[in-house]
């Protein structure tokens, strides 16, 4: 399909790490608005496949578009950053002697950019920007709290809220639910799904209970490119998918 309307589109990229392909002529597109899991075995390219989008690492061929038209593929990470790709790491790394507030403020004290001072210009109300992503990521009633004081789920959301905070146009979050209680598992569903109603958020998981509470579209890679893309019993019920699981 045409890149017109998509948040992130990908068209046969290739990585190299000293003549092994880690993605292979990968193409994928995510629109706006969409929730996208990404699962694939170990080795597949779940993690290039998300250095390529935040320019962490450069295809060796291929294009990454943002919103449909502003090519990623040669600018680097500190840019792209910039132009609104949030990524989420596994580990939450917040301040953990600071507030909860405190923490969602520094988010955007760390980033000292011209681009994101005009962004900071056209909304001015700082403290109605924190107020919204607290109740986005249910933290609200553990505002004054130090970060350090809530549970790993909650740091998990909290790191999500720093991100917010930089107003991104798509979110990249990798193993959310890892570590997590069964609530706070079913809760991060339900918050992922209301973020991407504003963001296209594509998420890369292991927990395939997850991924079913999840309920997106799901894209399945193997060997560096997509094997199989629908809904989860879809690619759960293509025989390539279960062999590549199996190890077949
Ligand atoms: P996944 O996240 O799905 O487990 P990765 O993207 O981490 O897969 O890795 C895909 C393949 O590329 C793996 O075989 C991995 O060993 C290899 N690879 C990834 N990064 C590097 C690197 N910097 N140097 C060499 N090989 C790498």
């Not at 990229?13 to 003549?19: E, I, T, Y």
Request: charged letters at 25%; hydrophobic letters at 40%.
């Amino acid at each position: 399909r045409s890149p017109q309307g998509s948040a992130l589109y990908l068209d046969g990229v290739s990585v190299s790490f000293d003549g092994f392909r880690a993605l292979n002529n990968l193409s994928l597109v995510v629109d706006h608005g969409e929730l996208r899991a990404v699962i694939g075995p170990n080795g597949a390219g779940k993690t290039t496949m998300m250095d390529v989008m935040t320019g962490k690492t450069r295809p060796d061929t291929g294009k990454v578009l943002l919103d449909g038209r502003i090519d990623l593929t040669r600018l680097d990470e500190a840019r792209i950053a910039t132009l609104g790709i949030g990524r989420k790491f596994q580990k939450p790394s917040v301040f953990e002697t600071h507030t909860v507030i405190d923490n969602l403020e520094l988010a955007l004290a760390g980033d000292r950019t011209p681009f994101s001072a005009l962004k900071f210009r056209r909304t001015p109300d700082k403290a109605a920007r924190i107020e919204a992503v607290l109740e986005d990521i249910a933290l609200a009633h553990r505002a004054h709290e130090p970060a350090g004081r809530l549970s790993h789920g909650q740091k998990q959301w909290l790191e999500i809220g720093m991100l917010l905070m930089q107003q991104p146009r798509v979110l990249l979050v990798d193993e959310p639910a890892a570590g997590m209680t069964d609530s706070e598992t079913s809760q991060t569903a339900v918050l992922l799904k209301r973020l991407a109603q504003s963001h296209a958020v594509i998420v890369v998981e292991h927990d395939m209970g997850f991924v079913r509470d999840l309920d997106c579209r799901v894209t399945v890679l193997h060997e560096g490119s997509v094997l199989a893309e629908g809904s989860l019993d879809h690619v759960q019920s293509d025989s390539r998918v279960v062999d590549v699981y199996l190890g077949r």
